[in-house]
């Protein structure tokens, strides 16, 4: 991936540390909106191992409310900007399905644009992504996140995402979008058995032949099928991502570095 010139290899699985700004967040909401625990929480993900840093400013969970961009601005500029200051070096993300936010953060020099809706909730988005010349993240999803729950029904959950994926690579590429990722999007407009299905199946994608990102950390298909907490998840986690990384995902976005970088060494030496 070209990050602003900046080439990452991905022949070795990258670790993405997910920091959510939003107080209403699943598994972390609400811990790291003020500056002092955001910047906490950057330096010790960074210290860990984390390649990328994925910044969101609006949940994205099922049934969360859909703020403006206005508002998602407020809340992400601020804390873009003393990240930037502080850690220049690091390669940030900003998790979005809002062009107008996607431009905001493109101006203050962020690195990567992570968008759960590929477009589909913004019409816009590529094209902005396309000016700035930087990856782009797509994920599978249906509706929005307060309908989503409710749009689990496919024929063959693995063909239609595989068409989904298609159609959109083909937009992104018209629009001169060279650094695709792809994103299954577990957990969104998904069943627990079929975010199974569609992990034991994940080979899959790589027929596609863009990297894959694996977002399962502490996701529900973990702790609803271990009976546990989101807090309790993590052995769950560790678990299924091995499970990803033989199964060629490329990029672990996480909200527990240290175990996910454990994970991939131990991967990559299994590899040798």
Do not use: W
């Not at 991905?10 to 955001?38: A, R, W």
């Not at 797509?138 to 029904?153: C, E, K, S, W, Y």
């Not at 694996?214 to 052995?235: D, F, H, N, W």
């Amino acid at each position: 991936m070209n990050c602003r010139g900046q080439l990452i290899s991905l022949d070795q699985p990258k670790v993405m540390g997910i920091l959510n700004l939003t107080p209403d967040s699943f598994f972390d909401g609400g811990k790291y909106t003020q500056k002092e625990h955001y910047l906490a929480q950057t330096e010790k993900m960074l210290t860990e191992g984390a390649d990328f840093i994925d910044i969101g400013a609006a949940s994205t969970d099922s049934g969360a409310i859909m703020h403006s961009a206005q508002e998602e601005i407020g809340r992400m500029l601020p804390a873009l900007d003393a990240i930037k200051k502080e850690f220049p070096q690091a390669i940030i993300s900003i998790d979005t399905y809002q062009s107008q936010v996607a431009q905001a953060a493109l101006d203050c020099g962020v690195d990567i644009i992570n968008d759960i809706s590929a477009g589909f909730l913004d019409d816009q988005m590529m094209s902005v992504v396309a000016k700035y010349k930087v990856p782009y993240i797509m994920m599978h999803m249906r509706g929005n996140p307060q309908t989503m729950a409710g749009l689990t029904q496919y024929e063959d959950v693995v063909k239609e995402m595989m068409l989904y994926f298609s159609e959109r690579i083909q937009k992104a590429r018209s629009l001169g979008i060279n650094d695709l990722v792809i994103d299954p999007g577990f957990g969104f407009a998904k069943t627990v058995e079929q975010n199974f299905e569609i992990l034991q199946k994940l080979e899959l994608f790589n027929l596609l032949e863009l990297p894959i990102l694996a977002g399962l950390s502490r996701k529900s298909m973990i702790y609803k099928t271990l009976k546990v907490t989101p807090e309790e998840s993590l052995t769950g986690t560790i678990a299924l991502n091995m499970t990803a990384l033989h199964k060629g995902a490329k990029i672990l976005r996480v909200h527990d570095v240290k175990a996910a970088v454990e994970t991939v060494q131990l991967f990559c030496q299994m590899e040798l």
